[in-house]
């Protein structure tokens, strides 16, 4: 079906992959870690850094344009990726991601790409599992996907259009580390934003100029500090209060609480007439990234 797939040799401490510039280097220049694993030689010595073999780590991944350009060689497909241009309602009510203040000001800011009604939105799900279907830390591993906003809504969150573009095996998670993993990705999706790809789309029996953007990012809260490279512990965990985050520190515990989160309802709400169950006053006006759900680290 031409689903290509790659696989990319990583360092063992998330430092570099071996591509581009470091495609034919045999060590690490950051950390000096070996490619390759070592191998015994004819004299019982060990080669630390080989010249070829069965490398240490691997990436797979999975590219994003074959997928897209086999989506709109499909009639169906094709047709349903215009949806939202084409049979979508405009009530001026919020029922998909095309009517958010987001998508207007994407196509007021950039006319070009939304004239094209063709041209994709995707959204990216990170998120960690255990596969081994327990509760248990001591294994992470990271699907990385792709969800096209084109579609409507019964078909975006479909398993048929929710693309896997890369898995991160355990065991360990990347952290902040992740920019490293989703560099094959990042550089598909500046090729669709900045260039554009030819696409042939069997819907109109013609070829255009593809271009795609990130139109969000999907993921908890955790994820979301591994994706920026934000701490989400600490005294100043919430990435839009900072400073000003309502916290608490257990003495005994050595935890952080975080408290008082009914204040981002109105001032007259049930719930913030509790004061003592809830703990909460009225500071701000709105907090787009509230901790409640996730009270101790």
Known sequence: MGMEYRKIHLCPNDCILYKNEYEDLRRCPKCGLSRYKAEVGQNDEIDEFPKEGPPVMVVW???????????????????????????????GLLRHPADSLQSKKIHKE?????????????????????????????HSSWPILLVIYNLPPALCMKRKYMMLSMMIFGPKQPGNDIDVYLNPLIEDLKLLWDEGVDVFDAFKSESFLLHAMLFCTINDFPAYGSLLGYSVKGHRACPICEEKTSYEQLKHERKTMYLGHHRFLKKYHLYCRLKKAFNGYQEHDICPTPLSGLQIY
């Open 110 to 138: 950039f006319p070009e790409f939304g004239k094209e009604s063709r041209n994709l939105r995707l959204g990216l799900v990170i998120y960690g599992m255990n596969p081994f279907e327990n509760l248990s830390s001591n």
């Open 61 to 91: 991944y999975l590219p994003i344009i074959p997928r897209l350009m086999c989506l709109f060689a499909n009639t169906d497909d094709a047709k349903n990726l215009r949806w939202y241009a084409d049979n979508r309602k405009c009530e």
